[in-house]
């Protein structure tokens, strides 16, 4: 009975961990895609200037390629080191991303003043050499957002002392227009957020039962 439930639970956590490896796989994909057909597009950010959707990609899906192959080996070789380096791994960014939610919603204010004065800081840098990347990032998202400057078109004044053409005819702020599409698409967002902590929940349950289960059957071969 023991070692029928723990086949059991030895497929079912080789299918999860293989799912969450494919799509660590997918993710990096993506990634080293726009890093290689979009390099010139990189972030808006002055302070951080690798913080580009690309890296960030290539980050998450490296992390969980690595999560998910060792959940994956754990489990065919029932090796308890690696299901509790699983379990681990999985607990602190679970409880990682639950803290940066929180901190989040608690310093919001603080957040958006600190964006949009570090978003004016690298308007300053638009159009100037060694910054190719950030100057197409800023038309791209006028373009695509049809706004203009970060909190108003008039932040464009301090660096060309004219709106760009490219903001349109009626810009709106880029900073007001990105908030309003995050909330339009609020949704759609948490829905992903909610199937990600469900994910990541079956991963800690599964690999808890097996680790304590090859416990169970090991004291009672002993």
Sequence with gaps: MAEGCMMALRYGMVFFNLLFWLGGCGILGVGIWLSVTQG?????????PSLSAANLLIA??????????LGCVGA???SRPLLLTFFILLLL????EILSIMLFFIY???IDHYA????????????????????????????DF????VTNHTDWF??????????????????????DWLNENLVALWIFALCTALTQILGLVFSMTMFCQSVKVETFYA
């Design 116 to 143: 949009q004065r570090d978003l004016k800081k690298g308007l300053q840098l638009f159009g100037t050499e060694g910054n190719v990347g950030l100057t197409n990032a800023w038309m791209i998202v006028q373009t």
């Design 146 to 149: 049809r706004c203009c400057g």
């Design 60 to 69: 998450v899906g490296t992390i969980i390629m690595v999560i998910g192959c």
């Design 93 to 96: 960014i679970f409880f990682l």
């Design 76 to 78: 065919v070789k029932e």
């Design 40 to 48: 010139n597009f990189a972030t808006l950010s002055s302070s951080l």
């Design 108 to 110: 919001q204010d603080e």
């Design 158 to 179: 301090e660096v060309y002392n004219a709106t760009p053409v490219s903001s349109g005819t009626e810009p709106k702020p880029c900073y007001e227009r990105v908030k």
